[in-house]
C-alpha cells in the first residue's frame, strides 16, 4: 500500500480493526477502591479500574494532549494518560486525593514501566536497552 493509500484508508477508518486478542494476556487491568471517593460532574467516583494500554491508546493520549495544547488549555500528561488507563476524564484523575493518586500509579506501576521502556528505545531479549548511546 502505497503512502497516499495508507493515509486515506487511515482517514476512512479502514485500517482500525478489530481489537486484538492477546494470546498471554497476563494481566491486563487492575482496580483500586478509592480511599477518598470523590463526585464530579455528577458522576460518582468510588473505584477506579485502569487497563493496560495499547498502541492505538498511547496514540490517541499523545494526540489529546497535543490538540488541548494547542487550545490553550493546561493539562499534565500523566492525567491523560492515567485517563486513558481508566476510562475517564482527565479532570476525575486531577481531583483524585494525593493518597488515591498514588495508590493509582503504584497499582499500575507495572503498565507504566513498559511505557517508558518502550519510550526508551528498542530491547534486546533480557530487557536490556539496545540503542545505540
Request: net charge negative.
Amino acid at each position: 500500500m502505497s503512502g497516499d493509500n495508507v493515509v486515506k484508508a487511515v482517514k476512512a477508518g479502514a485500517l482500525k480493526g478489530a481489537p486484538a486478542q492477546y494470546l498471554n494476556p497476563g494481566q491486563r487491568e487492575v482496580t483500586i477502591t478509592l480511599i477518598h471517593p470523590f463526585l464530579l460532574d455528577g458522576v460518582e467516583y468510588r473505584t477506579l479500574t485502569a487497563h493496560k494500554l495499547t498502541g492505538r491508546d498511547i496514540f490517541a493520549v499523545n494526540r489529546t494532549v497535543e490538540e488541548l495544547k494547542e487550545k490553550g488549555v493546561h493539562v499534565e500528561s500523566e492525567a491523560v494518560l492515567y485517563a486513558a488507563m481508566c476510562g475517564v476524564p482527565p479532570a476525575a484523575i486531577e481531583a483524585l486525593d494525593a493518597q488515591d493518586l498514588t495508590a493509582l500509579s503504584r497499582k499500575t506501576a507495572d503498565f507504566t514501566r513498559q511505557l517508558e521502556a518502550a519510550a526508551e528505545g528498542p530491547t534486546g531479549e533480557n530487557g536490556e536497552n539496545t540503542s545505540p548511546k
